[in-house]
C-alpha cells in the first residue's frame, strides 16, 4: 500500500466509484457482501488497492495545494518536477488567513509591513506523489489555484 487506506467516511462519499471499481474486480454487490461476512482476507487487500487508486487519482490532478493557519498561508503551484510556493505571514495582527476575509486583508494590505512573503521552489523529493502526499496527509488542500495566481501577479507587478 503507498498511501493509507480512506476512512469509512472517505470510503462513503466514493461509494459509486468504488462500486465501479469492484465490477472491475469482478465483485458484484453480493459476492462483496459474502466476502465482508466470511470475513474473508481479500477485504483489506481490495481496500486498499482502492484507497490507493483513489489517492493517485488526486494526487495526479492535484495542480495547487494549499495550507493554511490564522497567520501563514503555503500555496503552491505543483509543477512536473518541482513545486513553487508562496508564503504569507502576518505581523502582529489578529486577523485569521484562513478565511475569505482574511485573505482579503492580505490583498489590501499587500504593500505595507503588516504581511510579508516569501517566494521559492521546492524539489520533489523522494517524487512528485509522495512530496503531494506528505503535505496532504499534513492538513493541505487541493485548491483551485485562484490566491496562488492572485498572489503571482501580485509579484509580477510589485517590486515588494
Known sequence: ????????????????????????????????????????????????????????????????????????????????????VIIVKRRNISIDLTTVEGFQWVLEHSDTPKVEFFKGVKEYEPNRNEFLYSYLKKGALPSDGLRYNALESYFSNSTK
Open 1 to 84: 500500500m503507498k498511501y493509507h487506506r480512506l476512512t469509512h467516511d472517505q470510503f462513503n462519499e466514493v461509494h459509486e466509484e468504488f462500486a465501479v471499481f469492484l465490477a472491475t474486480q469482478g465483485l458484484d454487490r453480493l459476492r462483496w457482501n459474502e466476502l465482508k461476512n466470511a470475513n474473508s482476507p481479500k477485504i483489506p487487500q481490495l481496500l486498499d488497492l482502492f484507497s490507493d487508486v483513489v489517492w493517485d487519482k488526486i494526487i495526479s490532478e492535484c495542480t495547487f495545494l494549499e495550507f493554511s493557519t490564522p497567520d501563514q498561508l503555503f500555496l503552491f503551484k505543483t509543477l512536473s518536477s518541482r513545486a513553487t
